[in-house]
């Protein structure tokens, strides 16, 4: 079983920064990929983000060059920088990793952090 925990969440003001973390941690086989979403309130959630083990990043238009995705593959760990953050991104920020045990791929999801504008 895997365990994701995501971190970092908080207050922050328009244009401001903040860093959220993911952290996986438990019987990891092969990442294949580690994604972020964001769901605000009243809204479905949405694709943020997704990183493979090379560090390479694909984003959603509307975060490139402000958001940039960084992952620690020692520490199972990815972090997700987001700077010059818009209220509109209130959000719970959720990652997902994508493990391939070498039989199948599962989804893992955390339980998402907070991100609140504080205006």
């Known amino acids: 079983q895997v365990q994701v925990v995501e971190s970092g969440g908080g207050l922050v003001q328009p244009g401001g920064s903040l860093r959220v973390s993911c952290a996986a941690s438990?019987?990891?086989?092969?990442?294949?990929?580690i994604r972020w979403y964001r769901q605000a309130p009243g809204k479905e959630r949405e694709w943020v983000a997704t990183?493979?083990?090379?560090?390479?990043?694909n984003y959603e238009d509307s975060v490139k060059a402000r958001f940039i995705a960084s992952i620690d593959n020692a520490k199972r760990r990815l972090h997700l920088q987001m700077n010059s953050l818009k209220p509109e991104e209130t959000a719970v920020y959720f990652c997902?990793?994508?493990?391939?045990?070498?039989?199948?791929?599962?989804?893992?999801w955390g339980q998402g952090t907070q991100v609140t504008d504080s205006s």
């Open positions: 997902e990793w994508e493990i391939y045990d070498g039989v199948k791929k599962y989804d893992y």
């Open positions: 990183t493979t083990t090379d560090n390479t990043t």
């Open positions: 438990g019987s990891i086989g092969k990442i294949m990929a």
